[in-house]
T-cell receptor, first 112, second 118 residues
């Protein structure tokens, strides 16, 4: 089983739609969780951290369920510029040497 | 904000040659750097963790004698792909970690190096 698993996608939705991505992780000792965005042929960039209480940043909402080892990302009122691959990221600890593990990514395409 | 650079951004080499990729943290000291590899339509796969002044820790399945990592200073880590083969063609991305507190850090990614082995 992969350490971090995501919806395979691709998701193709119209502009303005709401779309949600899911991610599960296998290591119960995981401490930190993030969503990254990666555009084609570019490096991944941090979209938002994910906190146990859930957090929102504009049109983006992230949720964490530690009991189910499950993370989600919700995008409301999607824009054309949201088209990208979204990567679920998990780290196993807070130390400077803790590894960051990436999910395989979910491709999102927003159509006009 | 913090910036991580990589050089070269793109390289083509012949099979059997070696290629060195540099990763630099430009405005902070990074005790830990990470090297990832990404094949087309796949996610980033961690290759190794590089700690300044010590040997790198390689992930299972990554040949340490083929992918030489040197973290000689707090701002520079290098990855050398030795005796490159076409199957080594990939997008190599480094990441540098900056500690922001006793138990917190920020992670920054370089722009990546696209390696093509012919």
């Amino acid at each position: 089983r992969k350490e971090v698993e995501q919806d395979p996608g691709p998701f193709n939705v119209p502009e303005g739609a709401t779309v949600a991505f899911n991610c599960t992780y296998s290591n119960s000792a995981s401490q930190s969780f993030f969503w990254y965005r990666q555009d084609c042929r570019k490096e991944p960039k941090l979209l938002m951290s994910v906190y146990s209480s859930g957090n929102e940043d504009g049109r983006f909402t992230a949720q964490l369920n530690r009991a189910s080892q499950y993370i989600s990302l919700l995008i409301r009122d999607s824009k054309l510029s949201d088209s990208a691959t979204y990567l679920c990221v998990v780290t196993a600890g807070y130390s400077s040497a803790s590894k960051i593990i990436f999910g395989s990514g979910t491709r999102l395409s927003i159509r006009p | 904000g913090a910036v991580v650079s990589q050089h070269p951004s793109w390289v083509i080499c012949k099979s059997g040659t070696s290629v060195k990729i540099e990763c630099r943290s430009l405005d902070f000291q990074a005790t830990t750097m990470f090297w990832y590899r990404q094949f087309p339509k796949q996610s980033l796969m961690l290759m190794a963790t590089s700690n300044e002044g010590s040997k790198a820790t390689y992930e299972q399945g990554v040949e340490k004698d083929k992918f030489l990592i040197n973290h000689a200073s707090l701002t520079l880590s290098t990855l050398t792909v030795t005796s490159a083969h076409p199957e080594d063609s990939s997008f190599y991305i480094c990441s540098a970690r900056r500690l922001t507190g006793s138990s917190s850090y920020e992670q920054y990614f370089g722009p990546g190096t696209r390696l093509t082995v012919t």
